[in-house]
């Protein structure tokens, strides 16, 4: 099994493009609903408060989401929130060319999109295992995130050139064309989906079943856990950076723009990695590393501190970040695996739904305890603090042995009889 095989299955080549032009869509539309919410308000406690809007549909309707979609056509999910998210943009298009645009109008329609994509996620993982065999899922997954990750880079350096070039009017159609043959892509695609089942029971059943799974399910559990620590591990970095060059390094927006393509260029090199590694490398050894290295990250990014003014600045800080993009980006497309492979077909959109919401909620947790804590300390220590606390996390996965609960039966009872031998 290689990335070429994957040419004879036309369905996910299909579905894999359509998925492409969502993520360029989610990006170009992240950038410029941002400029223009700020272009409205002239307000950057507007921009933040927008941004911090567009989360909650994430966090609080995906999972009721989830198991509304468990029961319906995936393939007509798919295609009414693309045609919805087109509609939706190209409201805000018309509104704007009529003048008659306010912020509060932007801020309901964004959310309304935000709530279209919660909707969509749980079809989209509800689809994939339907196209692709078991043994398909690294390579799959592979593509989608390495991928995904190549279209919100590519979208976030158009978004920029299309304000610039054809203002507003342009950026926006082409963020609505991006949904709107997404849509058009998942149209011809051949799903065999079994629902009889599924639309007998009541929703609250369909919801409540899926609850029990997740709450009985010790790996599902153990997997959504670690897709939190991820996340809780992404945040600091985000919510600091600003703060780490501007302040501490004394550098510019050069030195932020160096650190996030090292960054994105390392997720996208982890991401196309897995596949590989995945059959070399056992994934309790994989995780623990993964996350040896991102506690180590942090204690590196303070370390700069000290040698901000040093010819040797530049290709540490870059290095470092080049090696957290890589262990972030074979951590979540491992994870998205093993999430996969943990649940059975039928029960894919209800429980994707609650664990990337739980999954999620980790990010404004880990940022309002970062926010508390910057009041109280200064920027390299908290930053030296998160990098030990991970570090102690990690420690505490391994010595429990949690981490040997994501080893394949086989691997488990081969290392058992080592042991006992």
Not at 13 to 21: D, Q, R, T, V, W
Not at 142 to 150: C, E, H, K, T
Not at 208 to 224: A, M, T, W, Y
Not at 358 to 374: E, G, K, N, Y
Request: include cysteine; proline fraction near 3%.
């Amino acid at each position: 099994m290689n990335f070429t095989d994957f040419r004879k299955n036309t369905s996910f080549g299909k579905f894999l493009c359509s998925f492409l032009l969502n993520r360029l869509g989610d990006s170009v539309d992240v950038l410029t609903m941002s400029w223009l919410i700020y272009l409205l308000s002239g307000s950057a406690a507007v921009s933040a408060l927008a941004m911090g809007i567009n989360y909650i549909p994430s966090i609080v309707i995906q999972p009721l989401a989830g198991a509304w979609v468990e029961r319906m056509h995936k393939k007509k999910v798919l295609i009414l929130m693309d045609l919805g998210r087109f509609l939706l943009v190209m409201l805000i298009l018309a509104l704007y060319l009529g003048k008659v645009l306010a912020p509060y109008m932007l801020l309901c329609i964004t959310f309304a999109v935000s709530t279209l994509e919660a909707f969509r996620s749980p079809a989209t993982n509800g689809v994939l295992p339907r196209l692709l065999k078991e043994e398909e899922y690294e390579y799959g997954t592979s593509m989608l995130q390495g991928g995904g990750r190549i279209m919100e880079l590519a979208g976030t350096g158009l978004a920029g050139v299309l304000i610039a070039w054809l203002g507003i009017y342009g950026a926006l159609l082409v963020d609505a064309s991006c949904f709107l043959i997404a849509a058009l892509l998942i149209l011809p695609l051949g799903l065999q989906e079994e629902l009889q089942s599924q639309q007998a029971e009541s929703y609250g059943k369909t919801l409540k079943e899926g609850i029990s799974f997740l709450r009985d399910s010790r790996r599902l559990l153990l997997l959504v856990l670690l897709c939190g620590l991820l996340n809780a591990m992404l945040t600091p970095m985000q919510a600091l950076q600003s703060a780490l060059v501007k302040d501490i390094y004394q550098k510019g927006g050069e030195t932020l723009s160096f650190m996030g393509a090292a960054l994105s260029g390392g997720m996208l090199l982890g991401a196309f990695l897995y596949p590989f590694l995945a059959k070399r490398v056992a994934i309790d050894k994989a995780l623990l590393l993964c996350g040896i290295l991102n506690g180590g990250f942090y204690l590196v990014l303070a370390g700069c501190a000290l040698i901000a003014q040093n010819i040797f600045f530049y290709p540490v800080l870059g290095f470092s970040s080049l090696v957290f993009g890589v262990s972030i980006g074979y951590l979540n497309t491992a994870l998205a695996v093993m999430i996969m492979k943990a649940i059975p077909i039928h029960y894919m959109s209800r429980e994707t739904g609650l664990a990337n919401a739980l999954c999620l909620a980790a990010v404004p947790a880990t940022s309002f305890l970062v926010s508390a804590a910057a009041r109280l300390v200064k920027v390299p220590a908290l930053l030296t603090a998160s990098g030990i606390l991970f570090l102690l996390i990690m420690a505490m996965l391994k010595v429990s042995g949690k981490l040997n609960e994501l080893l394949p039966d086989d691997s488990k009872a081969g290392r058992n009889e080592e042991k006992w031998n």
